[in-house]
């Protein structure tokens, strides 16, 4: 009865009970796939230029169309998937440790500990993620690693609110106070009671953390300041996009609609995993 | 003559409420008890009487404001010097385990704090689920698995494991059905004969406390007002509050 | 009397893991209206599913097999949703065992109470409601978030809600388990005057054998999803005619002299796939003979109550035979 068996067998029977959230998983393994594949998949290469005539509207040999340099929108669209998954997944599990250490941190511990780091999440907080992007773009230059720092630095404050909440209810329970009478130090109690106990929200905070990740990337891509030419992510296909919307629609649509659908299928797998975890209880009058 | 285990002289806690001072709480005054080994002291009163916290003081997780808590006749340090000669029993059997554990690991639990070495660990941890009336089966559940009385018996082997001089018992068996509340007391008395601790044992149900203890202290707005043996309470107590309590059982 | 609610031949299933279990075994119970009944038992003997099939506030996994439930001439079984409102919202009122679970945390009272009351109550009238419940500052319970009440006042609330129009029943679940003993006694006996004022019946689930012999006309004792007992409380509690009775009276803290020892009931609640063929009380019976496992106890009247047991008549004179040892 570990948690992610438990998870996974609640997942299951939601699965099959929500269509919607089944749509969800199954849109969200397929991008998966697709990103995790992209580069051996027979779609072409990505930055070859003159591939096809420029800005080309969708036929049979490109799908998505061609951009301004001739190049074969789909494998870059695929590329884009890829940058903008493997970004947000590596921002977000950084977010996942940092904010689970110190969410704990503030929960179990209170006083001054809880103090600090509740004052500082609430300062990050209170920052905008773009200015918070513009900051770390101009101190370290734009690129993949500010994007992943911005990513962070925005959903590491979320993390710790949560965290410490069900860390402090967890705390309260009988078998904490029952260890620390034991004289277990806090270390195990985290470990061992604690951790356990508020790893369901962890696993729920992680996917809404992940979508507002993606957002977070494509919005620093849009402005330039994350992936950088000729590497495409989601965001900055959109922003070469957008320059040709009136007569080339085709090439924001393409990328605006996997960017949609990706952040849609992360929430409603979200949902899904929260609704497995906490389903309703008390009595439903029939 | 048996040993003082526990022994509080003129304990008072006092809350502050906000972060600037405030108005101050006193939720424990001047209170004197003392607990002997083998000897259940009850403590009843009604929930804000202050004894709740009494308890915490005892199992040294709240220092008091004013006041000295002495455990075995020398000032009680800390939880981590003083592991393995105390433990608690709770109220809530549904939180009082940890649901992710196996119970055995549970009831390990305290014996790995103590550096216990495994081999025998497990021995004690299968003897202490015999002592307790649960059978070597229960020990690879999970809490989920078992019903309130059971978790509770569960409760009581971690408590039991270290073979500790004393247990604090806060509400523990007010969540429980009559039949299996009288199962769980009946176990608190027999262990004790048989291991000896000292016991506060915390309730709001003074039945079930004057059945299970030798001496009964009444709490009342965080003082001790009566501060007799059980069998008192059989008859008519002095204090007023005390009768109070005595009517319900009319 | 005429009965206000009559429950025959109940049948109520719960699906979950592992196949059906039966919380009902073909229950039986009459309430008649202007008295006080309490159900008594273990958790799982079916008295909460048979106090809340009243109202069919029963969980989603709860299912009626068959059987008639028929509260004020309205059979809950098949009665719409529609219908089943309005007889929830008129007629029945419910107390429920903690009272800031039952409140919501996010609104203060009066609006709580106007929801409850349902319509446009005045200022007054919701003041006037508050007062009869024994609130001592209605104007300020008023203003109040539930967290802001102690428990006994929360219940008070609870209870003036549950009378707010005019129920013919009042279904009590543990109203005083999360109370302090110091306040329980207040609490039931203004529950108790507030049903008399109304002329309202009033169900009372309780494990407070206690409680239930001061408060309540008639006590019914649930095992295996039946009723096994059923009489006046001073009957059944001073003389029970089922060993059960006599064994749950037995194993409560209260009534054993010092150092007397507790007699608990040993081993647990049948757990019922199916209709049972026996008595359900036959494993952990003292008395139980060869023909307890065989033939199903059906109720009949033994000593002025209605018992399921074969041996009844054994139970009584056992308990008279003690009784008179006790008074000596």
Known sequence: MSVAKSIVAALCRLMREDRLSFLGLAVLTLLVLIGLLGPWLPLGDPTRIAAGPRLAPPSWAFPFGTDELGRSYLPRVVEGIRATFLLSIVAVSITAVVGSFFGMLAGYFHGVTDHFVARGADILFAFPAIIVGLLVAAMIGPGQVSAVAVISIATIPLFIRVVRSVTLSVAGRGFVTASEVAGATPWRIMTVHILPNILGAVIVQLTYAMSIGMIIESTLSYLGLGVQPPQASLGSLLRQGSAYLTFAPWLVLSAGMVLSLAIMSVNLVGDAIRDAIEPLKGRALK | ?250 | MSALVEIRDLVVAYDGGGGATRGLDSAELYVASGETLAIVGESGSGKTTIGMSIGRLLPPEARIESGTITVDGVSVVDVDAEALRQLRRDRLGFVFQNPMTALDPTMRIDRQMIRAIGGKPSHDAIALLLRRAELDDPERVMRSFPHELSGGMAQRVIIAMAIARSPKLIIADEPTASLDASIREKVMDTLGRLREENGASMVILSHDLRLVSRHADRVAVMYGGRVVEIGQSATVLEQPAHPYTRALIAAAAGNEKPGERLEPILGAPPVLRGPCRKCAYEPRCGLARPECANSRPEARLVAARAVCCHFAEEVVEATSDAGEARTE
């Open chain 2, 1 to 250: 003559m048996s040993q003082t285990i526990v022994e509080l002289q003129d304990i008072v806690v006092t809350y502050r409420a906000g972060f600037l001072g405030g108005e101050a709480f006193e939720a424990v005054r001047k209170v004197n008890l003392s607990i002997r080994e083998g000897e259940t002291l009850g403590l009843v009163g009604e929930s804000g009487s202050g004894k709740t916290t009494l308890g915490r003081v005892c199992l040294g997780l709240l220092a008091p404001t004013q006041g000295v808590m002495r455990f075995g006749g020398a000032p009680f340090g800390t939880l981590r010097q003083r592991r393995g000669q105390l433990s608690v029993v709770l109220q809530h059997s549904e939180w009082a385990l940890n649901p992710r554990l196996r119970c055995g690991a549970s009831v390990e639990e305290p014996l790995i704090i103590l550096g216990v070495k495994p081999d025998e660990r497990k021995r004690r941890v299968t003897d202490i689920f015999d002592s307790v009336g649960l059978g070597d089966g229960y020990v690879d559940r999970y809490p989920g698995q078992l019903s309130g009385g059971q978790r509770q018996r569960v409760s009581i082997a971690r408590a039991l494991v270290t073979e500790p001089r004393f247990i604090v018992f806060d509400e523990a068996v007010s969540a429980l059905d009559v039949s299996v509340q009288a199962q769980v007391l009946n176990l608190i008395m027999d262990l004790q004969h048989k291991y000896g601790f000292g016991a506060l044992f915390i309730s709001h149900d003074l039945a079930a406390t004057r059945y299970v203890s030798h001496r009964i202290a009444v709490m009342f707005r965080g003082e001790i007002v009566e501060d007799a043996p059980s069998e008192r309470f059989y008859g008519t107590p002095d204090h007023p509050y005390s009768q109070m309590l005595m009517s319900s059982l009319a």
